[in-house]
T-cell receptor
Framework: QQPVQSPQAVILREGEDAVINCSSSKALYSVHWYRQKHGEAPVFLMILLKGGEQKGHDKISASFNEKKQQSSLYLTASQLSYSGTYFCGTEIDGNEKLTFGTGTRLTIIP | DTAVSQTPKYLVTQMGNDKSIKCEQNLGHDTMYWYKQDSKKFLKIMFSYNNKELIINETVPNRFSPKSPDKAHLNLHINSLELGDSAVYFC?????????????FGEGSRLTVL
């Protein structure tokens, strides 16, 4: 089952903050976040494993709520380089398969 | 020095033809994957191989046949191409089996079936 991301698209001005959500209908073992710029390959941002950890990567951080089967990606003080489509990828316990979400297109304008 | 490389980058062909896409990784990873990204940007796993052994085979038509001659290479052959096969195909690799690790993607191969 494909995880659902929200919002589908968002437009921000440089310096504004954004939150991208990823919801699954099944219990999760791990959540991954990737960013894909137009015409390019997806690029890894971070992994969150079962255990409720939160990770950060410069001004991009994420949380993982196992009980709610959700993860959120936080982008603070957004930069033009943050533009792209963000995908969460989820792994259900033991199946060793990453299923990508529906994607969120983020556009940062000056 | 490209970590995961795919060839060709673009393929335009007629329905009914057969085509292949090649993928090579120089990262020393054990696991390789094929993903399909359709026009709506949905990224779906097709196959995964670990050390030349098929691990994941999603509900992909038999017309798609992956081949891994060694753990650094994973090729995708598609028979009797259909319009719905038009997509970008991404090869990826990871250090370990399972998804505990980062996926490294190739640049993608855009297949257009006319």
């Amino acid at each position: 089952q494909q995880p659902v991301q929200s919002p589908q698209a968002v437009i921000l001005r440089e310096g504004e903050d954004a939150v991208i959500n990823c919801s699954s209908s099944k219990a999760l073992y791990s959540v991954h976040w990737y960013r894909q710029k137009h015409g390019e390959a997806p690029v890894f941002l971070m992994i969150l494993l079962k255990g409720g950890e939160q990770k950060g990567h410069d001004k991009i951080s994420a949380s993982f709520n196992e009980k709610k089967q959700q993860s959120s990606l936080y982008l603070t003080a957004s930069q033009l380089s943050y533009s792209g489509t963000y995908f969460c990828g989820t792994e259900i316990d033991g199946n060793e398969k990453l299923t990508f979400g529906t994607g969120t297109r983020l556009t940062i304008i000056p | 020095d490209t970590a995961v490389s795919q060839t060709p980058k673009y393929l335009v062909t007629q329905m009914g033809n057969d085509k292949s896409i090649k993928c090579e990784q120089n990262l020393g990873h054990d696991t390789m994957y094929w993903y399909k990204q359709d026009s709506k940007k949905f990224l779906k796993i097709m196959f995964s191989y670990n050390n030349k052994e098929l691990i994941i085979n999603e509900t992909v038509p038999n017309r798609f046949s992956p081949k891994s001659p060694d753990k650094a290479h994973l090729n995708l052959h598609i028979n009797s191409l259909e319009l719905g096969d038009s997509a970008v195909y991404f090869c990826a690799s990871s250090q370990v089996l399972g998804v505990a690790g980062e996926l490294f993607f190739g640049e993608g191969s855009r297949l257009t079936v006319l």
